[in-house]
């Protein structure tokens, strides 16, 4: 297999990407660790359709405003493909390429039938005024409804998006096809077919995996300490959901700051505060001390949750981390150079593509629910989410401890080898 990826630099429009390049990474990695196939492991590369559209907006002061957004289907080999629908202003082809490959392999080692995608606009939700949010959100699934639907793509929410921006989703595709469909997106309000526990979903298999990892360490979570990096969906669930088994939250970070109290932080009157502030940030929050953000990834603690943003533990800092446990909340947040310097430390690290697929895990119940018209209850949904992540937990560490691999190449090696299986027995048409 080719050090880089397939096309030269020019012709491949992923590779000017930090992002893809370093999923590449991994699956090279990954190829050569269990021995894959050079053919399966060149297509895995490249995802299999992606479509970049140009969504023309009127904005609130009647100019039209024109975005660019995306949507790249890594796989189709296991079912529909699936993933997140992001607005951020930093996205583009080849992050969302990465984070469509990334859904692939997360959806294999949870055995879920689906392949990888991500859809993504560049664009800061916050700077959206009155109905620009909405018209964009339907526009965007206009310009893509030739590659999306029920059994071919499905959307969920991710960075920027929530269930408001399912629900517009699911209303303009139903309009298109002239009945209610709601098996087209995940994560839409329970009102309209979503899930009950599809929202907590993410930030409560991220708390399994932490669960499961201080036992095996012989830690108790009543005795331990968290610091998290982001407060949105993700980080805010986790922190609550720590709270719940004991675990002090001793500092919390987003894009505006970030804050420490060693005595913990008091969680719900932090998401109090954050409603109520102009900036919807935790920077600010009266009962604790400001910190500097480069200092809260190294702040002493035993579990560091990186749950915002890709490529955050990188090789400029992966040597200052000061925690027993890394539970990746985030896609993609440690780069590879990174992951180098922590393989030779006692770092336990629960690697993204495991830690955080709680959430495509309770979205695929949310599909299957829809689909049979026949809604659970949210006992049956936790029962089920926590069955689901316990299997793949200790199938990774297994996984890791037969092979002597790290936990991220084992979690990864299990997904790729899953997909890489059903394409070779598929076959390569024609
Ligand atoms: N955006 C989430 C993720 O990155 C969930 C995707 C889904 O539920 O389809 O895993």
């Known amino acids: 297999m080719s050090a880089m990826p397939p096309g030269n630099p020019a012709s491949n429009p992923f590779s000017s990407s930090a992002t893809y390049l370093m999923a590449c990474q991994q699956l090279r990695t990954v190829a050569r660790a269990i021995d894959l196939d050079a053919g399966i492991a060149e297509r895995m590369m490249v995802p299999k359709r992606s479509q970049i559209v140009a ?47 990334w859904m692939s392999w997360k959806c294999g080692i949870m055995n879920l039938p689906y392949g990888g995608a991500k859809g993504g ?15 964009l959100t339907r526009r965007f699934t206009e310009e893509i409804l030739n590659i999306i639907g029920p059994r071919t793509d499905v959307m969920a929410p991710d960075m920027g998006t929530d269930e ?32 009950v526990g599809r929202k907590e979903a993410t930030g409560r298999g991220v708390v399994y995996c932490i669960s499961e990892t201080l036992a095996e360490l012989k830690l ?40 420490r109290n060693d005595r913990g932080i008091d969680i719900q009157a932090l998401i109090r505060y954050i409603a109520t502030s102009e900036r919807k940030s935790v920077a600010g929050f009266p009962s604790a001390e400001t910190i500097n953000s480069d200092e809260l990834l190294a702040t002493p603690c035993t579990v560091l949750i990186p749950a915002a943003m890709e490529r955050v533990i990188t090789e400029a800092n992966a040597g200052k981390l000061r925690c027993r446990v890394l539970a990746e ?44 018209q026949f809604m659970w209850d ?53």
């Open 55 to 101: 969504i023309p907006v009127r904005m609130e002061d009647n100019r039209t405003e024109v975005f660019i957004g995306y949507r790249v289907q890594h796989s189709l080999t296991s079912g529909p493909s699936k993933g997140g629908l992001r607005y951020a202003k930093h996205v583009d082809l080849g992050e969302v390429a990465a984070l469509a490959m």
């Open 329 to 372: 909340g985030a896609n993609g947040p440690t780069t590879p150079e990174a992951d180098a310097i922590l393989s030779e430390t006692d770092i336990f690290v629960i690697p993204d593509i495991l830690c955080n697929a709680g959430g495509v895990t309770v979205s695929y119940f949310e599909w299957v629910q829809d689909l049979a």
């Open 164 to 195: 408001q921006t399912m629900a517009w989703i699911y209303d303009t595709y139903s309009m298109k096809v002239g009945y209610a469909c709601p098996e087209i997106v995940t994560g839409k309000p329970v009102e309209l077919g979503g899930c």
């Open 121 to 135: 606009i560049a664009v800061d939700p916050a700077e959206l005024r009155g109905g620009e949010k909405e018209r």
């Open 378 to 430: 949210e006992n049956q949904v936790n029962a089920e989410l926590k069955r689901h992540m316990l299997k793949a937990f200790h199938r990774v560490r297994s996984q890791a401890n037969q092979r002597k691999l790290t936990n991220r190449i084992a979690a990864l090696s299990l997904g790729v080898q899953k997909v890489a299986t059903e394409k070779a027995k598929r076959g390569l048409y024609p």
């Open 220 to 259: 108790r979570a009543e005795n331990s300490t968290a610091v998290v990096q982001g407060f949105g969906n993700v980080g805010s669930v986790t922190c609550e959901e720590l709270n719940k088994l004991g675990t002090k939250i001793i500092a919390v970070g987003d894009r505006f700051g970030a804050i």
